[in-house]
């Protein structure tokens, strides 16, 4: 549980270096996640492994946070702050040790598992520790540093590691990484204070045995039906058993004097507003991250390293733009944020839905930058107004169940884009007869395009919820 903390007792804190920790452990954390995705290539030959196996390097890391996420709150309540935050980083560091010395897919499978506990642990404590060593007042701007990171790692990964990859081996992506985590493991020892307060409720074994099956049943699902098709019996009975421990595990929470998850933050419809808002926006994030790396480099015939360099600028612009978006969220509130980003969003969308074999690369520079832009306006503005909603008592759950929808919400973006991409592509070469190199960029255009209408008709109904946003006191 998280107390409620003095204004004296918030001076004792080191905000600044406490922060820092969590900023470079984040950091590195989501770097190393999207910077693999540019080696996958490159790791399908080396390990002599199919492409649908090659993707539980990502599937089995989504899988891993889909089933900790959940259980964070628990955490919360059990472990201080410092044990937690070491426990994260000590994850990270293991897992990032043993990616790099991997000598086959099966130990790198297993590297990036831990990897995931270290970031499954490490982001639920963040926002929770930003919740309660800040005032309100001052939450947006700290969200923004949050943001920062978040937006900006996934952003340079594909590039750093495009140029890693042209250079080097793959397992200096994870070199490249280890010495940050060690720093910020050292730097948390020194500054790292513990700020909630353990009450360890009692632990719930069904609880958790439901959550994994719900939680992850779901993303799995999900992650599968893109590659295996919505179809394939696996992904329908992982699914069904999702939804229904899902179902089963919120009636327990509804009716347990002493929750592992307690469902009564949707009670708050600020709070449910910025979770549907925040759902969205994500799915959003995701699916333009795995469609526009696919249109650059199989539509516009780019190179995997200018491919990332494309998508860089919009990244730097959000990550830079996420502490001034913070600041005005602490002076206006978040309606005056988050209903303008959508309209951004909704009009590059649009744009999204009309590209060509001819688009030509600046032209997708502007539209992602735009993109990105809108989506800083909505994603962290949305998600501080949420928790700020919150009594203290409820940070740990409210964390929760926000990061836990986040990873559920990626997983459907990623999966209803590429299913949508699928479908594209199929249709546009049923109409070829002789197929050729350029007719299997025009299928994949077509695709695209169909797939980035998804996220415009999303934005549209985010833009539509945004509205119900309170105005700032």
Known sequence: MSKTITAQERQDFKTIPIVTAFLIAGFIGLFSETA??????????????????????T????????????????????????????????????????????PDFGVLMVARVIQAIGTGLLLPLMFNT???????????????????????????????????????????IFWIALPFLVFSLLFGLRYMKNVSEITKPRIDILSIILSTLGFGGIVYGFSSAGESGWGSALVITTMII?????????????TMDQ??????????????????IVFI???IILSTMILLPLYLQTGLALAAFSAGLVLLPGGVINGLLSPVTGRLFDAFGARVLVVPGFI????????????????????????????????????MPAQTNGLNQLPPK?????????????????????????????AGQKAYMATVTNPGPQDLAASLVEGSRNAFTFGLVMAIIGLVISLFLRKKA
């Open 36 to 57: 693999l995705n540019m080696a996958l290539t490159d790791l399908i030959r080396v390990f002599d492994v199919s492409s649908a196996t090659i993707q539980w390097l």
């Open 59 to 102: 599937t089995g890391y989504l899988l891993t946070l889909g089933i900790l996420v959940p259980v964070s709150g628990l955490l919360l309540q059990w472990f201080t702050t410092r044990k937690l935050f070491f426990a994260s980083v000590g994850f990270s560091i293991v897992g990032t040790l043993i990616a790099a010395l991997a």
């Open 130 to 172: 930003i919740l309660v060593i800040f005032p309100e007042h001052k939450r947006g701007s700290a969200m923004g540093l949050i943001g920062l990171v978040i937006m900006f790692a996934p952003a340079v990964g594909p590039t750093i590691s495009g140029l890693i990859i042209e250079n080097l081996t793959w397992n200096w």
């Open 242 to 254: 999702g939804a229904v421990s899902l179902a089963l595990f919120a009636w327990r929470q509804l």
């Open 259 to 276: 929750p592992m998850m307690d469902l009564r933050v949707f009670k708050f419809p600020m709070f449910t507003l910025g979770l549907l």
């Open 281 to 283: 926006a994500f799915m």
């Open 344 to 379: 951004v969003s909704v009009v590059t969308l649009w744009f999204l839905t009309q590209i060509t074999l001819d688009t030509s690369a600046t032209t997708i520079v502007l539209l992602h930058s735009a993109l990105m832009i809108g989506v800083c306006m909505i994603m």
């Open 394 to 422: 409820m940070y740990p759950d409210g964390t929760a169940i926000m990061n836990t929808l986040q990873q559920v919400s990626g997983a459907i973006g990623t999966a209803v884009a590429i299913t949508i991409l699928s």
